[in-house]
């Protein structure tokens, strides 16, 4: 079963495949292994359009979804 999840937000919509997608692309250009992930933790703030992630309780980022 694939299951599609977008968040709403003030007429814009957020599809949080696209932004996982990204934090792993994130992880794979500074030379990590994407099996190297063991939890990834997604942090959505559409008030400031702004992604937050935290991957194996240790490594923390943020992007702008704009």
Known sequence: MKVAKY???QGEEINI???EKK????WKDAGKL???IKTL???IKPEEST???VINDSEKGN???N
């Open 51 to 53: 992604c937050y992630y």
């Open 41 to 43: 933790k997604i942090y």
């Open 23 to 26: 934090i792993k692309a994130i």
């Open 7 to 9: 968040l709403q937000f």
């Open 34 to 36: 994407q099996k190297d």
């Open 17 to 19: 495949e696209s932004l």
């Open 63 to 65: 992007f702008s979804m």
